[in-house]
Structure formats: structure tokens, C-alpha cells
């Protein structure tokens, strides 16, 4: 099956998706107001898990609201004019749910997984909070002093910092997709109060509102539940109005033009490495090649980085690839942790086995173990509605299309091995970052490659 586009065109009914998919009915709706609903009804299952998707991210921050996207985060689970935070906390305690939240570079995620019978429980509370958070000037007092602390755990981590300011270096420093998602500890104390509440008023509207839900659900139930949810609030839903566009893939600021080293001295028994650079773009038709690429470089046990820099040497406990993208970029890594005294080492086994796969290419028994493993994990992931929930939710506000599980298994399936290659010697092409994090005060640290 073909990937189904999801206009923005204004209100267009209600529309199949995907009729078949791994036994699951996938539905959208573009409701007044041009909030749009996207569920999943899975035969059999009883838990629900909804989430609302809002299109803006730690990238949209104005100067003046650097950090305020995720302190919205926390000061919406502090009350509204109905609730207030204990009752919040209650409502999903007392039927044995999970609620949480998630911020990050272009979008944020409210939701909560409860069972089936407690879905309009979850829609009503969670809609309560997108839309009528209070923000009083005592909670931001407040929460101000929780962000802190959060900001300095994951300053004591030493990989938190290492991924942190490796993304820093690839995207630039003070650049929207280089500024750390939960801001810095200096904004977190310089944003005011009606800093935080002007972002809430201008971003949390419906036109720029998804709703996504998969489980044991009726996706007709949901919209209403949906539209009861943002009536009690007030809001404008204006038939015909049209949801907002999507983010645009033209890139908004260019990257460094050079590579670097970067080292953040701290007192481990490790060294924290990162070797790497430009992605590819979320919506880039080459993800699916990256997918499997992962897992031939650092996806797993019998990846190459797995095995010649732990398996075969002893030289890091962990040790992987990855990537990440965004509307207009992405970037790509490989990481270790070892001892201080062989970064080198490792930085340069990184290097080879990046360089070989981009000359000399993947053999075919290696291919097809790396698509299988890339195809399993797609579907070991829809036993979980959280995973379908947040699946339902990219492909609305980052693809803008639904692929049904056989086509993006299809599309994983179609990757060759000079796919592989070819885009492991794009990513060698760009320029190379190296960011170490460690006890190096006195030890030099190797150039990037």
C-alpha cells in the first residue's frame, strides 16, 4: 500500500487510513477549528494511550523565552481553573494510568495511558490542560526551582552532556536546533512569568492541536470526547478553519562549515565520545536507508561497532550509532564510553569502521540481517498503543503522510546495499565533530577525523 497523504485543507470528514493494518483500524478527522484527530482502534486491546500533539518545540523560542517550551511542560500538570495539580495527579492515579509529558525541538507531547473504559477521563484532563493551564506567578516560582534541578541532574550526567553539546557543535552554538531543549540554567532564571505565558497563548491554539489515541478505542467517541474537551474551554471552532502548515524543509539556518573537537573536562572514570555530523531530514526518503545503516554500524550485538571496539578489543562497555531529524536537518553520530587513556583508540576505530562501510559497502548476509532487525523492531513496537499513539502522531506532524505497517515494512525491505553505502559516504562527506567528555585537564585529546 502506498503512504496516504494527510491534507490541510480544512475540515474533510473522516477518513480510513488503514483498514487492514496488523489487524487495527486508522482513522483522522480534521474537526472545527482545524484540530485534527488521528486513532487507532486495536481489536482485543484494553489499555488506550492518547497524547496532544503541539507543533512548537525549544526551536520556536523567541530571545527573551529561551527555555520556555519546557517550562510549559512542567506548569501545565499545576493546575487549570478546574483542576488543580493534585486532582491532576489523582484523576490517573485512582485508575492505575500513566500520565506524562514530553518536550522536544519542534514539537511537544501531553498524554496519559489508562484503560479503555477510563478514555474519556484521559481526554477530558489532559484537554483541561492544554487549554486552560493557569500559570499563576506562585507555580512559575515554584516550578522554577524543579527545572533547576532537572537541568543540574542532567549536567551530572556525564552522556546527557556529551549528547548535548554534540548537537551544539553539528547545528551551531546559540542556533534554534543547538540550544539544549530545557534551555540553560541562566534562562530558566531570566524567562519571566509572562514570557512563559505569552508562548502558552500563542502556540497552544487549535488550529496547531493533534490528537492522536490507539488501544481499545472508537475513533467517532474520541473526536467527541475531543470536541466536549475544547468546547468547556472555550475555544474557537470555527468550521472550515484550517489546521496550521506543517514545518517547512527549507533549511532555516546553515550548519557550521567546518568540523571540530570539542572537550568538557569532568572528573569520570570515563571518557564520553561522540564522533559525527550532518543527518538527514525526518521527512528525507533516505530514513529508511538510515534505519538499516544504524543497524549495521551500531543498531546491535552483532553490529560492527559492537563487535570490533567491545567484543573483539574490550574497550567500551557502550558503544552505538544513532541519528535524529528534524524538518530542514538531522545529524548523525556514533558513541562511546571508555577508559580515558584509549580515546584515542576508540575515536579512531570509530573513524575506520564509519570510513570502511562508506568505501567497501555491506555484504548481502549483513544486509538482510540488518533490514530484519530494522523490520522486527517495527513490529515488536506496535505491542505497545504508546509506541502506535506517538506513531500516529510523527506521521501527522512531521511526514504528513500514513504509512501502513506492510508499506513501511515494504520500504525497509526495498533498501539495497548501495543504499547503505551511498549514504554512509554522504554522512563521511560532511564535516566531521568530535565532542569528548572526561578527565582531560592534562591529557590532549585526538583531532577529529
Known sequence: MAAVPLPLTGTDGTRTLSGEDAGALVRRSVLPGGVRVLTEAVPGMRSVTVGAWVGVGSRDEASGHHGS???????????TARRTAMDIAAAFDAVGGESNAATGKEHTTYYARVLDADLPMAIDVIGDMVTSATITEEDVASERGVILEELAMNDDDPTDVAHERFAEQVFGEGTPLGRPIGGTAQSILDVPRDAVLAHYRQHYTAPGIVVTAAGGLEHEAVCALVREALGRAGWDL?????????????????????????????????????LGGLGVPAADPRRHALAVLNAVLG????????????????LAYSVYSFGAGYADAGYFGLYAGCAPAKTAQVVQLLAEQWQLLATDGVGREELERAVGQVRGGTVLALEDSSARMSRLGKAELVHGEWLSVEAALARTAAVTADDVQALAAALWEQPHHLTVVGPFDADPVPTAP
Do not use: D, I, Y
Not at 533549511?251 to 564520553?272: F, I, K, S
Open 69 to 79: 517550551t519546557h517550562f510549559l511542560e512542567h506548569l501545565l500538570f499545576k493546575g
Open 238 to 274: 470555527a468550521e472550515g478553519a484550517r489546521p496550521l502548515p506543517r514545518r517547512s524543509s527549507a533549511l532555516q539556518v546553515p550548519p557550521p562549515a567546518a568540523g571540530g573537537v570539542l572537550t568538557v573536562e569532568r572528573p569520570t572514570e570515563q571518557a564520553n565520545v561522540l
Open 299 to 314: 543498531g546491535g550485538m552483532s553490529s560492527r561497532l559492537f563487535q570490533e571496539v567491545r567484543e573483539k578489543r574490550g
